[in-house]
């Protein structure tokens, strides 16, 4: 891309957008400035045209996104068929398991997920399409790295925070890529309460005809009703058995 095709502005909005997040919910011009690192009169012209636009609200001090803001990731959604032809598979893996299943696509250091058939509630927080989640502690954030060189693994690991949510989740780099390491040979990643207390998770990779990983999908239940080995014996048959006939839809 040529250096003047770079829309400047843009790009500084984008990062206006990205700055609110499930802990940053109401920002004042201040906070943006020092999140993005932009020039506060630069943040207070993309606030107040988000503004303008019905993508924020303002109440003199501080700034929060509206609905219209969803429009966004509802173009993605939309326009991209993935999540509509992975729903009824969810679906129905969620009926043979008993368990929520879910799918997602890797962005960064993230997860985001694209579609969800919720059979309970296992989590603390509530996962919707668009949810986000570290790839690092999490079953799909691992099958989605193992796609992936060494080198880029490890490279989004090194450039991703990595709190230790629990005193299982693992966090050092060296442990972490022989996570990825092994998950790569085995086809299937695990999660033992390292997102959460109490929760745990198996993942495998869905690939489209020509091999590639393009998603994720996992079924997570809670740690005391299932163990790791359970949901090894008892759901990776049935997860590789919808992520076949996945694949073969995929064009």
């Known amino acids: 891309m040529r250096e003047t095709d770079f829309i400047s502005g843009f790009a500084k909005g984008l990062a206006v957008i990205e700055a609110f997040d499930a802990v940053n919910t109401r920002l004042s011009i201040t906070d943006i400035a020092r999140i993005t690192g932009l020039e506060r009169a630069t943040a207070r012209r993309c606030l107040l ?18 609905p219209r803001i969803l429009r966004l990731g509802h173009s993605y959604l939309s326009s991209t068929p993935l999540p509509r032809l992975m729903q009824p598979f969810l679906d129905q893996l969620s009926e043979k398991t008993g368990e929520s299943a879910s799918a997602s696509v890797l962005d960064g250091s993230e997860i985001v997920y694209i579609a969800r058939a919720s059979h309970k509630r296992v989590m603390s927080i509530n996962l919707n399409p668009g949810s986000r989640l570290p790839a690092y502690c999490s079953s799909m954030g691992r099958v989605l790295l193992a796609a992936m060189s060494d080198d880029d693994a490890l490279r989004i690991l090194a450039g991703s925070n990595r709190p230790a949510n629990t005193p299982r989740t693992k966090t050092a780099l060296p442990e972490l890529m022989d996570e990825v390491r092994t998950v790569r040979a085995q086809g299937y990643a695990v999660i033992d309460q390292e997102l959460e207390i109490g929760l745990c998770s198996i993942a495998v990779p869905v690939r489209n005809t020509r091999g590639m990983t393009i998603a994720a999908i996992n079924v997570g239940a809670q740690a005391p009703r299932v163990t790791i080995m359970e949901m090894i014996e008892r759901y990776l ?12 839809v995929l064009v």
């Open 49 to 66: 045209t988000l503004t303008q636009l019905g993508y924020a609200d303002y109440d003199g001090k501080f700034f929060t996104l509206t």
């Open 237 to 248: 048959p049935v997860m590789q058995s919808t992520r076949d006939t996945i694949a073969a």
